[in-house]
């Protein structure tokens, strides 16, 4: 059960890309969404992530306020607004599922989908 990430490309420091988290055969509806991403040489690391009931938003120091996470369960997708995007966002985002946005840095994804490379350059 991978989820598949979309949307990524190259942008402008300050531009704008929407992120599209889609799975083939499941619903995400019953699942915590998170997003992660990984930067060259470094650890992959969560980012931002949305509660089965959408109560629960949380995001990292590093984005907030200026990436923002929502669902669209008619399309089966979750998507993360990034706005203001910064050279340290460049990485390749993925997504994952699971039951909680708790400890979403621990969370154990036994195999991940195909993640989208973002790329903030001038």
């Known amino acids: 059960f991978q989820l598949q990430a979309s949307g990524g490309g190259l942008v402008q420091p300050g531009g704008s890309l929407r992120l599209s988290c889609t799975a083939a055969g499941f619903s995400l509806d019953h699942y915590a969404i998170g997003w992660f991403r990984q930067k060259p040489g470094k650890e992959r690391e969560g980012i931002s992530c949305?509660?089965?009931?959408?109560?629960?938003?949380t995001y990292a120091d590093s984005v907030k306020g200026r990436f923002s996470i929502s669902r669209d369960k008619a399309e089966n997708t979750v998507t993360l607004q990034m706005d203001n995007l910064e050279f340290e966002d460049t990485a390749i985002y993925y997504c994952?599922?699971?039951?909680?946005?708790?400890?979403?840095?621990?969370?154990?994804?036994?195999?991940w989908g195909q993640g989208t490379q973002v790329t903030v350059s001038s």
């Open positions: 949305i509660s089965a009931s959408e109560l629960t938003k």
């Open positions: 994952a599922k699971d039951y909680s946005c708790r400890e979403l840095d621990r969370w154990y994804i036994p195999s």
